[in-house]
């Protein structure tokens, strides 16, 4: 049924209805086409000898190409006259907003009225194989079942100059071909002209025109249609406000948080009323094809009306090589109507060939957002949402996997339900930075009740962890975050001798908040190369503020010196690395300890910019004397002559030396299968001295000299 608009003209119901009619059309140009064949024909030779030799009046009716009989005339006409209504009532119909398939292809293409009509006609065969028998009765060869650019051409125009002219419709940069509209040869067999090509519409256009509003099957496992339902967001409402200026911007968006950034550019397609597709880079870059599979992506998305997401397009640092789709890249985009998302971890593009319109990085997810994330994962605690919330920075992606991690932790013991603690284990996990090459990951185990210093110092390594603890609190709840330029990370000082406790207190706070420690190696930290120190502190700085990882620089005076006076160029790019490293302190959001034994050494400046600095004091008797119990477990078998009175009291050493001590008198004790003895420590405290290079004297040892010389 075609129901009547505006005047005379009308509008189909259904793309069936339309296509229905265009075949019409189709129809009644072939049936000309196949009246002047038969016309040529009868003056040719008899059918056995076609082929084999070409009679005089043939040549003479080739030559003068007279417009037909009759019969031929009458179908022209009435070809004509349905080709003027169906025309009415496209431009009917898109005025009306009631674009059927093959218009909307028509008018989001560019498509001029003779590459529309090319469309109906590979459209044919795909709608009644009747038509594979025509197409190959009007090419004269049975072989040719589908239509040739000479047939289309003849369907399109009588007039030959017409006919020449529309030859450029199916040239390799037309936009039927460059838009992967129509499939053609692009060169053919040796020797065959360019009217005797064939072509076919492509399968999924052929889809898209009967009502499919799908990806093309060839994306399968590289791109995805993203729901942009009830997904307006603040982030997406200002970027739908930056895009309603120019529709067709390139936009790049930095920052790991991905289910964030897609959300926001849901939200912003949403209230443009586009649709949107995403395109993951890395596996395209994998493909055989990955420029034809991006362009059939840039066709999807102009046919589904749909902004186009890619997905993992590639910073500076990255080794995702796209320098083999980027000319497909500049083609598809030198006129695309939609815009264009590239997002990635890194803040900067690389191979990036041609000009953004925006660029900017998405912020970390706010407390709230992130509590949000939590309690949608099911099956938390209000009180566990806010802490997990507030002690792990991962965007609500991340926290879908940590959850279904924690889940399957909980089944590998047998439980049904999770625990905070699973829940923290599979966070670590998920917010472990890539610092391997840099950094040596240190998993936390020590607690408050091992670590032994006075009441002061541990009421500072407390505030150190109450500072990540409440942080949205303080910035976030109470507004303080507008105070500060500065980074909101926490930057403590460890200072003091070695082994008195400076890595095992950051083990401490990063156990307390569920955290891993990375210490950074230095000696692959700094480099004599000029400028390559500040790459290699970038990278971790970079690495690091992805997640909350502590950062704990041991002996930092070795980078973290003193900036001194420029005497030659050593010492100003000495005095820069100084400075840079002040610069990213600062902008660091997570926790960085500095450890030093030589505190004199650090630079000044350094120091002010602490927001702790905690003194390691060298332990006296009594803090002695607790290392000596804690470090021996309950479950260590002591002998009854073990007097760790003595050993305090005897031994002025810090307790890093203590647990060497303990230690290699727990190996001696089992290897003579006996319980750990004075024996088994004056033995190990001998060892450590000479380690130190202190001499074995009577005032240390005492009664047990005579031992320790054995």
């Known amino acids: 049924m075609i129901r009547p608009i505006e005047g005379n003209a009308a509008v189909f119901d259904s793309p069936a209805q339309q296509l229905e009619a265009e075949l019409r059309w189709v129809l009644l140009r072939l049936r000309v086409i196949v009246e002047r064949s038969r016309q040529r024909r009868s003056i040719g030779p008899p059918p056995e000898y076609r082929g084999l030799y070409i009679t005089d009046e043939e040549v003479d009716d080739l030559l003068s190409r007279e417009a037909g009989d009759s019969t031929a005339g009458q179908l022209i006409a009435e070809a004509t006259a349905l080709r003027r209504q169906l025309d009415e009532s496209a431009a009917a119909a898109l005025d009306a907003g009631l674009a059927l398939p093959l218009d909307r292809i028509a008018r989001d293409f560019g498509l001029s009225a003779a590459e529309r009509r090319v469309l109906v006609v590979a459209l044919a065969p795909e709608l009644d194989s009747t038509y594979e028998k025509v197409y190959a009765y009007v090419n004269d060869d049975i072989t040719k079942r589908w239509p040739t650019v000479g047939l289309a051409l003849d369907v399109l125009d009588d007039e030959a100059p017409a006919r020449l002219d529309q030859r450029r419709l199916f040239f390799h940069d037309a936009p039927l071909v460059r838009h992967n509209l129509i499939v053609t ?105 990955p420029g034809k599979l991006l362009s059939l992506a840039l066709r999807d998305a102009r046919l589904l009306n749909a902004a186009l997401m890619l997905e993992g397009y590639g910073g500076q640092d990255s080794d995702l090589d796209l320098s083999l789709v980027a000319g497909d890249l500049v083609t598809g985009l030198e006129d695309h109507p939609l815009p264009v998302f ?111 210093l006075p009441d002061d ?112 160029s050593h010492d100003r790019y000495a005095n820069i690395e100084v400075s840079y490293l002040l610069q990213k302190m600062e902008e660091y959001d997570g926790i960085v300890i500095l450890a030093t034994n030589l505190r004199a050494n650090l630079d000044e400046a350094f120091l002010r910019r602490m927001r702790a600095i905690v003194e390691f004091p060298f332990p006296e008797v009594e803090d002695r004397l607790r290392i000596w119990q804690r470090t021996l477990s309950p479950g260590a078998p002591l002998a009854k002559d073990v007097d760790l009175q003595f050993m305090a009291h005897q031994f002025r050493i810090a307790g890093g030396n203590i647990r060497n001590i303990v230690l290699l008198a727990a190996f001696l004790a089992a290897s003579e299968e006996a319980p750990i003895g004075m024996t088994h420590l004056i033995h190990g405290a001998k060892r450590e001295y000479q380690k130190l290079g202190r001499l074995i004297a009577e005032s240390d040892f005492g009664r047990w000299l005579a031992t320790a010389h054995e």
């Open 457 to 568: 110092r541990m009421a500072q390594l407390r505030e150190i962890a109450n500072q990540v603890l409440y942080q949205h609190v303080v910035y976030e709840d109470w507004g303080l975050a507008g105070k500060s330029t500065l980074g909101r990370g926490v930057a403590a000082l460890f200072a003091g001798q070695s082994g008195t406790g400076k890595t095992m207190a950051a083990d401490v706070i990063a156990n307390d908040l569920g955290l891993d420690v990375y210490k950074i190696d230095l000696s692959g930290l700094v480099s004599k190369y000029i400028g390559e120190t500040e790459k290699n502190l970038a990278r971790v700085f970079e690495e690091a503020s992805d997640t909350n990882a502590i950062l704990f620089f041991d002996e930092a005076d070795a980078v973290f010196g003193k900036r001194s006076e420029v005497r030659d």
């Open 342 to 452: 590239l997002c990635d971890r890194a803040s900067t593009p690389a191979h990036l060939p041609f000009d953004l319109h925006l660029q900017f990085d998405y912020p970390m997810p706010a407390f709230e957002a992130r509590q949000k994330s939590w309690r949608l994962a099911g099956g938390i605690e209000p009180d566990e949402a806010v802490l997990l919330a507030a002690m792990y920075r991962l965007g609500a992606r991340e926290v879908r996997s940590t959850v279904e991690m924690a889940r399957s932790l909980a089944h590998l013991e047998g439980r049904d339900s999770t625990t905070l603690g699973d829940l923290k284990q599979a966070a670590r996990t998920q917010s472990q930075p890539r610092l391997t090459s840099l950094a040596q990951k240190i998993t936390p185990h020590y607690t408050w009740d091992d670590i032994v």
């Open 185 to 289: 040869g692009e060169h053919g067999p040796v020797g065959q002209t360019l009217p005797n090509r064939q072509f076919s519409l492509d399968p999924h256009v052929a889809e898209v025109l009967l009502g499919y509003k799908g990806l093309d099957p060839r994306l399968h496992g590289l791109a995805r249609s993203v729901g942009t339902e009830q997904s307006e967001t603040t982030a997406g409402e200002a970027l739908a406000q930056a895009l309603g200026q120019r529709l067709d911007s390139r936009v790049y968006i930095g920052g790991r948080w991905q289910a964030e950034k897609e959300q926001a550019i849901a939200g912003a397609c949403a209230l443009l009323g586009l649709n949107l597709v995403s395109l993951s880079m890395p596996a395209l870059s994998r493909t055989l094809e």
